[in-house]
């Protein structure tokens, strides 16, 4: 991909060509989310590299598929990664650090799988030691422990939930600096349709404050910091409001490695509020998020991302065009785009 100057363009935005040779315009982010949309280290983080290296990607916007949106790479100084299994990204670490990325590890390890609410995951104890390795591989400051949603079922109740948290932080403790935790939202129309079926809830007012005294009186010997996910409740003076994009880690993580990053520190100062296009409760930088629903494999049961049929056959997709600029490698329609359709696929 090779990346053509103009004048006429803001600072965020570049004019590029893509792999069939189309100029288009394209958004330029400093800190990419890979992903709160999908798990791109579980199951496309060869597709991620090449993209990288490439130097662009087609986001699909599930709203209006059929319109374009690019994103160049070409001022990309960060990456926030989500995964709840990020182990088929482990060989491309270095890879990540050859091209001088500030990056770190959202890994959201929970204790769902006995009943029956992670199927396509594997089980607890691979991912424990997948937790650990990394944390020894890039530092502990930079995999932090999620465990997301909170939720009960009529055979899952908050004592249960607790002891899995229990037996993970007595494990991996040592490996991270945070514990990170949201209670379940079952508005998002994918949660309800499987709520009903797996009869998943979110805890009632007094369940909260159990759940957050177990967690306060477990993390005595922990020792870690403790945070609340998109939700502006005040749960105490021992929870923090987290930044899940977090411009204070991205920026101590910069310093520690000496690369002193001009392009990161400038974008952080200029952009200190929070993400405009994400809920009214995230306390997130600004990023650019490049996955795509409907293409998780891991079959969880709350996923407000993925419809799990469709899925299956997004991953089939991918399969006949690993190497596209989007993950499903859709075409686009061959109807003129307009300017004003460009221009609000830019926003």
């Known amino acids: 991909m090779k990346s053509l100057s103009t004048g006429k363009m803001a600072a965020e935005k570049r004019l590029i060509l893509t ?7 394209a958004v330029s982010p400093v800190i990419i989310s890979a992903s709160r949309a999908t798990d791109i280290p579980a199951f496309y983080p060869d597709w991620f590299v090449h ?8 986001w699909i916007n599930s709203f209006n598929p059929h319109l374009p949106y690019y994103i160049s790479f070409d001022d990309t100084r960060a990456v926030v990664f989500w995964s709840k ?24 390890l929970t204790s769902y799988g006995p009943a029956g609410l992670e199927p396509g995951l594997p089980p607890l104890d691979e991912r424990i030691s997948t937790f650990i390795g990394f944390s020894d591989r ?34 991996i403790a040592p490996y991270t600096k945070k514990f ?51 939700d502006n409740t005040d749960y105490g003076p021992l929870i923090e409001h987290n930044r899940c994009i977090d411009d204070t880690l991205l920026r101590k993580i910069d310093l520690e490695s000496g690369r002193h990053d001009g392009a990161l520190t ?16 995230c306390r997130c930088v600004k990023s650019k998020d490049i996955g795509q629903y409907d293409t998780c494999l891991h079959g969880c049961v709350y996923c407000y991302a993925t419809d799990h049929a469709k899925a299956r056959i997004n991953a089939e997709k991918h399969a006949l065009t690993p190497w596209a600029d989007t993950i499903t490698g859709e075409r686009i329609r061959a109807a003129r785009r307009t300017g004003k359709d460009i221009q609000s696929s830019l926003m």
């Open 180 to 230: 990170v935790f949201s209670f379940v939202d079952t508005s998002y129309s994918k949660v309800k349709r499987q709520a009903g079926t797996m009869q998943i809830r979110a805890p009632i007012y007094e369940e909260k404050l159990e759940f957050i005294k177990g967690i306060t009186r477990m993390n005595r010997k922990w020792n870690l910091s403790l945070a609340v996910c998109a």
């Open 19 to 25: 792999d069939d040779g189309e100029e288009v315009f």
């Open 138 to 171: 890039i530092g502990y400051d930079r995999v932090i422990w999620r465990f997301d949603p909170v939720l009960l079922t009529n055979t899952l109740g908050m004592k249960e939930v607790l002891s899995g948290i229990e037996y993970i932080g007595k494990r």
């Open 85 to 108: 299994n990020p182990l088929p990204l482990l060989p491309y670490l270095d890879r990540l650090d050859s091209l001088g990325l500030v990056y770190y590890l959202q890994f959201t």
């Open 266 to 281: 400038r974008f952080l100062e200029t952009h200190k509020g929070k993400d405009p296009g994400q809920r009214l409760a």
């Open 51 to 58: 993209r990288l290296e490439k130097g662009y990607a087609r």
